[in-house]
């Protein structure tokens, strides 16, 4: 089968596969200061936003990855109260950490606003946080942000970045994560999108050694689907400034007072689970 | 991006998305008395089987797939000896099943020699069981074996089938169900691939109702990674002849004697997890 002039596609040329969807019409272009900010309705995912010709997020299958880059670090985080994202524009994320009521401040800091004014118009549900009082949405350079943040401010940074591939690279960099572990208080995590487990093993391994390299005791990885994405398997990996992981809160899980639609205490508990192949390459070698 | 002719495209008309693979060469193709077998070696994901331009198997992530409609349904039963394969023809769930030392006898019944015929040039690895005396193939009508099948015979039956449109519609239905649980002697279990939980929700849903309807006194849906199928997400949903599923055996699953890739105990038990969205739409309603 060949696709027409109907269908987005992206391709994914280090591994050889190719991601499309069929489109309705582009609902929404833009070039910002900073990269082509696109949205498309589709056939089948509802909206889909492009930023330079790069699969972001749709309206079916987000749910996934923005409860995952947020409830497992929330709910391992003994009392997060101060919560920083990096990236994020689309404010998915964003929503997902106020929906912890004892979250006092959550700091989106996305450097394109032109991302987050697309998502206001054609992802809306993402975007009914962005009004609480606890939401401050900043953009500005998250790297120059968190090396400007006082020492300690932190509970836990969230990094919802894009690829390690251009202007996202120095986001899984020992110099990024540096500034992460100071501006962290005690007890403090980070949490960051990881890429595949089945296409990028060798980046996963080198973020294991870039936490640990900037004095981050424990690291762990979470596992979980992402259809839009390469191999459609995802990843986040998680790192602590001191200590080591040990559970999470799980009976505070389980009596959440919100609603999700992917994750659950279950669900947190089996996305920790390592596959043997990355037992093998990453675990059994710390 | 567009895709030029050294792709291999499968389009899923009902999500509106498509899944492609960059191909090197065609090194097998042949029509048989059922269906067009087809191989090509691509560039990322090792050799690619496709029959009737679906997608079915490649080199590279095979492995899940075949760990996952096997080990965890292996290592529930307490003690399977006797185990059918329907379908399967690529000889991956054959060799899987063989790693269990208790088994005794496993027939791999696909109606379609070729199809093996092609997994023994392309995929050797998958076929490096089939020699072994416990192995049985058999290139016959499935459906009508397992009718004949003396009744209270297998210990687990795997219906490692392609999807539930065309020939593989009646591997989802009650009556082939019905036959199934005959064949299945006291304790058995039957385990069968069930498409994608994010797309085909309310074909699970109706599994569920079959293997109800057959006599299944239980069932329970495994969750795993897929990267070429449909979503990138994948399901198998196992059912009980009698009684109710207890966990599984987790010592033999941790103290086990051969190597896997995917599965291990921990992955076994987080298989299990039933996202939110599922738990709400399936398991409550029970």
């Known amino acids: 089968m060949s696709l027409d002039n109907n269908w987005f596609t992206e391709i994914h040329a280090d591994i050889g596969s190719a991601f499309s969807l069929q489109l309705k019409e582009k609902v929404f272009s833009q070039q910002s200061e900073y990269q082509l900010v696109e ?3 589709t056939v089948g995912f509802g909206k889909f936003m492009v930023i330079d010709g790069c699969t972001m997020v749709s309206t079916r299958e987000n749910f996934i990855y923005h409860e995952m880059l947020t409830h497992p ?4 985080h003994p009392d997060p109260r101060h919560v920083a994202i990096i990236g994020g524009g689309d404010c998915g ?14 700091t989106q800091i996305d450097i ?4 987050t004014r697309a998502s206001e118009l054609h992802f809306p549900e993402l975007c009914e946080s962005n009004n ?9 350079d998250g790297i120059q942000w968190m090396q400007d943040a006082p020492g300690g401010s932190l509970d836990l940074i969230i990094v919802d970045s894009t690829d390690p591939v251009g202007p996202g690279e120095v986001l899984f960099t020992p110099k990024f994560f540096r500034a992460c572990h100071d501006a962290l208080a005690d007890g403090g995590l980070i949490v960051q999108q990881s890429e595949s487990p089945l296409a990028h093993l ?20 979470l596992f979980f689907p992402q259809p839009i994405y390469p191999t459609g398997w995802w990843s986040a990996s998680m ?3 001191q200590g080591s992981f040990d559970g999470f809160r799980e009976a505070d899980a389980r009596a959440k007072d919100f609603e999700t639609r992917y994750y659950n205490a279950d669900i947190h508990r089996a996305a920790l689970a390592q596959p043997e192949f990355f037992r093998r390459a990453l675990v059994d070698q710390e």
């Open 112 to 115: 394109d606003e032109v991302v």
């Open 132 to 140: 609480d009082p606890r939401a401050e949405l900043l953009f500005v």
């Open 239 to 241: 790192a602590c400034k």
């Open 73 to 76: 670090a929330l709910f391992t």
């Open 202 to 221: 060798e980046l996963i391994r080198r973020m294991y050694a870039s936490y640990r390299e900037a004095g981050f005791s424990d690291v762990q990885t």
């Open 39 to 41: 949205v498309y309705d």
């Open 93 to 106: 994320t964003l929503r997902e950490v106020l929906r912890h009521p004892g979250v006092q401040k959550c």
